[in-house]
């Protein structure tokens, strides 16, 4: 059974950082590598929207709105995935969830189950 786990949300102050970790388990290592991982996010009423993606050759992807605050890294030896987020804004509020695809077999499409980010003064 393939199982993602989140860490390191919470509460920050407006301009914070935090780093996000994901961490995958259950899903063999060539799959991962060949995968795009990725963060999303559901703000309070909002739908789930894509923050950043990694594809397997590394390049990454942001949403306009997080470009030039936010960084996505992928460990594939770790099977870890992280988003670096700083200069958040209370617009980034929200549970943000992690994502593996391989794109090749769409039983293989996998989430977390989201960590709480609160950015509030």
């Known amino acids: 059974q393939v199982q993602l786990v989140e860490s390191g949300g919470g509460l920050v102050q407006p301009g914070g950082s935090l780093r996000l970790s994901c961490t995958a388990s259950g899903i063999s290592g060539i799959i991962f590598d060949l995968s795009t991982v990725a963060w999303y996010r559901q703000g309070p009423g909002n739908q789930r929207e894509l923050v950043a993606s990694?594809?397997?050759?590394?390049?990454?992807n942001y949403a306009d709105s997080v470009k030039g605050r936010f960084t996505i890294s992928r460990d594939n030896h770790k099977k870890t995935v992280s988003m670096q987020m700083n200069g958040l804004k209370p617009a980034d509020t929200g549970v943000y969830y992690c994502?593996?695809?391989?794109?090749?077999?769409?039983?293989?499409?996998?989430w977390g189950q989201g960590i709480q980010v609160t950015v509030s003064s």
């Open positions: 990694v594809h397997s050759s590394h390049s990454a």
């Open positions: 994502n593996t695809n391989y794109a090749a077999d769409a039983h293989k499409n996998y």
